[in-house]
């Protein structure tokens, strides 16, 4: 099997890589258990001048890795410059905070002293997405490094030469030999990388499919394991909010990273009174939107990360219609892997638009006669991840936001991951915490220390 890097806005093959044997598998995990002998015994001095070098080396690189991106996977070179800073931020950010969040605590007992400790476990297994192909690493990367752990990444198989470049990062930086590595494997390979002894846990972004595939054989094994699987947010706009706001917003949210993201809104959940308003501004700033070649300064919205994912997207919408929803923007698609921003209304329970993810711009906009039939549709999904609920009264809009069954909800902003709030979902989006002192604490042995 080869690891193809292909232009998706093309369809050129850049680059292919031969995958690893199982031997070279093995070998590498044994390097990066040697390597973490030394790593776990290092001074969080020395862990934070290293995280904070790594995140001065993105930054000094943010236009190649923008443009590795775009080429790769079809990220709009601005947004992809923006995924770099944020890498850098969540290095910075650990780099300043690790020690003081692993610090011990002391804890009252009937010992002379007692506390609990927070020590590092070994060899972290990150199986990460295409859509993301920095951020989804480094906001894993940062904390299990600073906490004293390893890591390997099985990154996606269509973004071979950002897996590579991340390693580079590490090296350049001034990290030991075999502190996190990239193994270049398919998917096929990752139960036998749970397997080996010397891992000791995993954590996966992407489908609720993979997520149970990974999820079971991290099980099966008895290690730890986090899920941040996908998403299909509500977007809430009930007829007291800003509508200028909400429908600007509304467009950034469904639509950002071509509409490929676990948080993007995906259903727009509209009171009856301002519905209509609503969706007009809503589909005219859509409408607005430039598609096209990521590597354009201008473009909004990219292809969709390959051609077979673009076609499922239609396939999705295509279902919905054969059901009675209504196209009012968009709906076929482009050349290559290119899919437009696209408007579905008349949606219903039992269409694909109600009840699955759309991973691309597709908006889904569903009409509610008031603010308790919106959260009926709001919490009628298996998903759970993010949310938002736009309103002038913030009381109201806090209250519903709290019944809203999710990971985070968001009053009046788009659903956004941020290093200093917790972030991960619930039901089949998944399971665990990553960023804040949360993440950092999912893969360490929470040790309980008695003295007398």
Known sequence: MALESLNPATGEVLETFDEWSDEQVATTIEAVHGAYQNWR??????????LLKAAVILRQRKDEFATMMALEMGKPVVEGRAEIEKCALVCNYYAENAEQMLAPEPIASDASR????????????????????????F??????????????????????????????VFVEAGYPADVFRTL?????????????????????????????????????????????????DPFIVLNDADLDLAASVAVTARCINSGQS??????????????????????????????????????????????????????????????????ILGG??????????TILTQVSKG????????FGPVAIVIRVKDAEEALFVANDTEFG????????????????????????????????????????GVGISGFGRELSHYGIKEFVNIQTVWIQ
């Open 41 to 50: 015994t290092t001074s969080f001095a020395e862990r934070k001048s290293l």
């Open 114 to 137: 007692s506390y609990v400790a927070f020590r590092p476990q070994g060899i972290v297994l990150a199986v990460m997405p295409w859509n993301f192909p920095f951020w989804q690493v």
């Open 139 to 168: 906001r894993f990367a940062a904390p299990a490094l600073m906490a004293g752990n390893v890591g390997v990444l099985k990154h996606a198989s269509n973004v071979p030469r950002c897996a590579l470049a991340i390693e580079q």
């Open 184 to 232: 270049m494997i398919g998917s096929g390979k990752v139960a036998q990388v749970i397997e080996h002894p010397y891992v000791v846990a995993t954590t996966l972004t992407g489908s609720d499919i993979a997520g149970r595939k990974v999820a079971e054989k991290s099980g099966a094994m008895l290690k730890k394991s986090v899920m941040e699987l996908g998403g299909s």
């Open 262 to 327: 676990c948080i993007a809104a995906k259903r727009f959940i509209v009171e009856d009174g301002i519905y209509e308003t609503f969706l007009e501004k809503f589909k005219a700033n859509m409408a607005a939107l430039k598609m096209g070649d990521p590597c354009d300064e201008t473009t909004q919205v990219g292809p969709q990360a390959r051609e077979d994912l673009m076609r499922e997207l239609h396939r999705q919408v295509e279902g919905s219609v054969a059901k009675g929803a209504k196209v």
């Open 332 to 341: 076929m698609p482009g050349e290559a892997a290119f899919y437009p921003p």
């Open 351 to 358: 269409m694909p638009a109600y009840n699955e993810e759309f």
């Open 385 to 424: 991840l993010g949310g938002s609920v736009w309103t002038r009264d913030i009381i109201k809009g806090e209250k519903i936001a709290g019944e809203i069954r999710s990971g985070a909800v968001f009053v009046n902003s788009m659903t956004k991951s941020d290093p200093r709030l917790p972030f991960g």
